[in-house]
């Protein structure tokens, strides 16, 4: 259980003046939850979006496992093993729940226009598999019963798991989830963490951006929290909480403690 | 039980539409041509739909894609060429006679190469902005056709190019009615209906079939979501690319026959005009959904001509005192029925169903069993 998934290290993206990232590095072994913290503004979706290739970094350097890769397209970081969440749910709202997990197979899938046209008894093999492989992911994350339905007439939470779905459909070394908590309630907040909880159990590798610090130190083995752009402290969710610089970044500068915040710092 | 039913209805549907030009036939040409017409329309909005209905990227310029069709067809078929060009005619004699069965994938493979060409420069334009340049596009190669008379003759500009082959497979004439018995016989538009129904289910068949497959699939994502459908490893870029392709493919296949329907093309065919009413097929229709886009194309070309006919029964111009005659009163009643269709339904006469495979089921079941 000690390879490495993800490493990297050195990024620095810049917007005009304002430098969103410096030298911001992390190392997210097999197994691992790993969560990505901050105030608002640090610059963890920024980090995000250039490890996921939306973003060109000024610098860095980036391996998957065992593989340097360059994040150049979007597509190609989901090829090489990469799959993202959105902040804001975007499924593709007018297919049904079982097709948006149907594309999530296309990566992994090879068949082409002719194969399609002709029906070779290849492309309908891969298309039996592709199909049943979407049944189980939705059956996975528990909304087997609303494949048929188009993805936006599903509830907010269901949208999040349908997500989570697609995103598994790519067969990812790492998944990558952004905020998956926002907006939700907090008996939908327990069945999210039940549900990473398991995909983590099943061997897979989570990054984890998220706002809820309760649930960031429930679920993570891992924490890395950004400030300002900057790396200010990295390890246990133990550790992190007791960390000066972290109370500073969520506590220092305000006036009034947000509750969220006190609430994970008390525990 | 299930699979019967709709073996039936697909047998019942395959009788109506053969039989349907020879009762149409005894009624007169006119109708076989109106019939013809819309075929040809269904097979131009069924490649539109690939590119608007799957992929979401709206074009505006399809008819360019008619058009080459049109041309290579007009070009390979025709006297123009060796009556221009001193060493084509040395070559190959006073006419070109290209067989039609060699110019169909040309022309397709031609118009899709366009089609190509025209999608590599808009691949990061979107909605409105996508819409503007392929209206662009569509005027460029009109105008284009219009101008090349000079310096070289190669489109005989507005003037067109006439004279081009009528289609001939085997033994069999298209130009000419084919004699069944001594007083029976098949018109030639009759002929040419039937070629054209083979194009239209052939199309069919590809759309449905792409509809339903990992290409298809990763088309209507990016219709739906471009940066979900990347985050997915789709290779937006040339998914986008293939489906301009494949809808500009069909496109030139309609125009090569639409050149040889005819035997005369000239620019004036293939204006801006012609885009819209195509688009306007597709989205009146069920924009993505081939039924409804069957249903678009038929009715909104089928339509206009029997309006004409209708006018002309009744003397509309007389009746109005010269006011109103068929061109006025098309446009108006195509009009209104737009206004009226986008109003009441606003997804198309025939839209995509609303769930997915088991749950029409499911519904059906229940339906019929409540009854």
Known sequence: MTDTVLRVAGISKRFGGLQALSDV????????????????????????????????????????????????????????????????????????????????????????????????????????????????????????????YKARTLSYGDQRRLEIARALATDPQLIALDEPAAGMNSTEKVVLRELIDRIRKDGRTILLIEHDVKLVMGLCDRVTVLDYGKQIAEGSPYDVQRDEKVIEAYLGHSHKPTTQAAGGKAE | MDKQKRLIVIFLAALALAILPLLLQAAGNFWVRIAD?????????LGLNIVVGYAGLLDLGFVAFFAIGAYTFGLLASPHLPENFAWIAQQFGDSLHTPVWLVIPIGAAVAGV??????????????????????????IIRV??????????????????????????????????????????????TLYYYLFLLLVVASVIICHRL????????????????????????????????????????????????????????PESFS????????????????????????????????????????????????????????????LLIALAMIIVMLLRPRG??????????????????????A
């Open chain 1, 25 to 148: 590095g992390l190392t997210i072994q097999r197994g691992q939850v790993y969560g990505l913290i901050g105030p608002n503004g640090a610059g963890k979706t920024t980090f995000f979006n250039v490890i996921t290739g939306l973003y060109t970094p000024d610098s860095g350097t980036f391996e998957l496992a065992g593989k340097p890769y360059t994040p150049s397209a979007v597509h190609e970081v989901a090829k090489a093993g990469i799959a993202r969440t959105f902040q804001n749910i975007r499924l593709f709202a007018d297919m049904t729940a079982l097709e948006n997990v149907m594309v999530g197979r296309h990566v992994r899938t090879r068949s082409g226009l002719i194969g399609a046209v002709l029906r070779s008894p290849k492309f309908k093999e891969e298309e039996r598999q592709i199909a049943d492989r979407a049944h189980e992911l939705l059956e996975y994350v528990g909304i087997a019963r609303l494949a048929d």
């Open chain 2, 37 to 45: 017409t819309a075929l040809l329309y269904v097979l131009l909005a």
């Open chain 2, 114 to 139: 366009f089609g190509i060409l025209l999608g590599a420069p808009t691949l990061k334009l979107r909605g409105d902005y996508l819409a503007i340049v392929t209206l662009g596009f569509g005027e």
């Open chain 2, 144 to 189: 284009f056709l219009n101008n090349l008379d000079q310096p070289v003759n190669i489109t005989n500009g507005p003037k067109g190019i006439s004279q081009i082959d009528s289609v001939r497979f085997f033994n069999i004439e298209f130009a000419r009615a084919l004699d069944i018995t001594e007083d029976y016989a098949i018109n030639s538009v």
């Open chain 2, 211 to 266: 509809e339903l497959s990992r290409i298809g699939r990763a088309w209507m994502a990016i219709r739906e979501d471009e940066i979900a459908a990347k985050a997915m490893g789709i290779n937006t870029r040339n998914m986008k690319l293939l489906a301009f392709g494949m809808g500009a493919t069909f496109g030139g296949v309609s125009g090569v026959m639409f050149a040889a329907f005819q035997g005369f093309i000239s």
């Open chain 2, 272 to 331: 801006l005009m012609e885009s819209v009413m195509i688009v306007a097929m597709v989205v009146l229709g069920g924009i993505g959904h081939l039924p409804g886009v069957i249903l678009g194309a038929v009715l909104l070309s089928a339509l206009p001509e029997v309006l004409r006919w209708v006018s002309g029964v009744i003397d509309l111009q007389a009746v109005t005192g010269g006011r109103l005659d068929a061109a006025i009163l098309r446009q």
């Open chain 2, 349 to 370: 006469l025939w839209p995509t169903p609303e769930h997915g495979k088991s749950l029409q089921r499911l519904n059906g079941a229940k339906k019929g069993g409540a």
